[in-house]
């Protein structure tokens, strides 16, 4: 029998791979996987990335509406209108009838520079370098104008009701609106996130903090709201006090308190605008890290431009608004 005859007719043998080709194909397929893996890897990092930068944008947004909300009310005492055109109609009755012995309550706006307010002994703490601004925001509400507890209605920023504020009481006696005194400044705090498997992770953050004179007896305690913040600063427009309440000059608050008295007015009182600047900072992991010595860069609230540190890979942003101001609106028309 030749040797063509020992199979059957269709049948070809089969050969393996030789150790070559085998050492080929499992490169490659190392290869695919290392490059899927990278893809997921990518994929993750900027989907992290846009999910923190979404939150400190979301949470600015809420931040400066409610300061600005609250900022816009600074001074408002509700219009007393005549019964008779022989009768001036008085706008914007502003008076301090919490304690005249505490200047932040004597118009409808005050502040400190690199402190927080602290009402219990109605001043400002020493100033700390570079550390986060606060600021009184004082006007009147009535309950009366709406049954839900909403602001200017008689409740601070905790929704609290300012009538156990027991300066009120004598408003609330002679059926006048009643003071209210919403404070804000940064409040450093902790939380935990949960890391891969069972694993936990401590993350270090300041939050907008509020203090209300709903309380009673009032304490220096700022309560948490929006966190991923990292610095908030104020700067008061002042108008001169010659007829023109355009601000001329933004101040600091130790710079608004020095000033002289214009057309019968303070500093604090002729403050018509604010600039507000809030710096948030993400709290995950959320940029690529830099390339050896070229460190990027970030702009604070103080004009100064700061270089990320090269083990930070969380991202720094800047956020600004001016809000116009009716406080110490007192006029006759």
Known sequence: MTHAHMY???W???AGLTLVELMVSLVISLAIGLAAATAY?????????????SVINENAKLVLDMVGRELQMAGYYPAI???GSASTNLMGGFSNTKNPAVVAY???LFGCDGARFNPVTGDCPAAVANAPDSVVINYFGIPELDSTTTFSSGFDCLRQSVALDANNAAQIVAGRPRYISNRFGLVANNYTVQGPGTTD???????????????NPEDSVYQPMFEGLADMAFRYGV???TGSLSPETYHTAAEVSALPIAAGKTGWQRVTAVHVCLLTRTMENSRTQDAAGVNRTYNDCRGNTVAYDAADRTIFKRFERVFAIRNNLNGVY
């Open 41 to 53: 890897l990518a994929a993750r990092s900027t989907a992290t990335a846009m999910s923190s930068v």
């Open 106 to 108: 004597n118009q409808g």
């Open 12 to 14: 070809h043998r089969q």
């Open 81 to 83: 209108m005549s019964n």
């Open 8 to 10: 059957p007719r269709g």
């Open 201 to 215: 992770r401590a993350v270090a953050t300041m939050s907008l903090g509020c203090n209300g004179n709903g309380r």
């Open 239 to 241: 108008h001169n006090g």
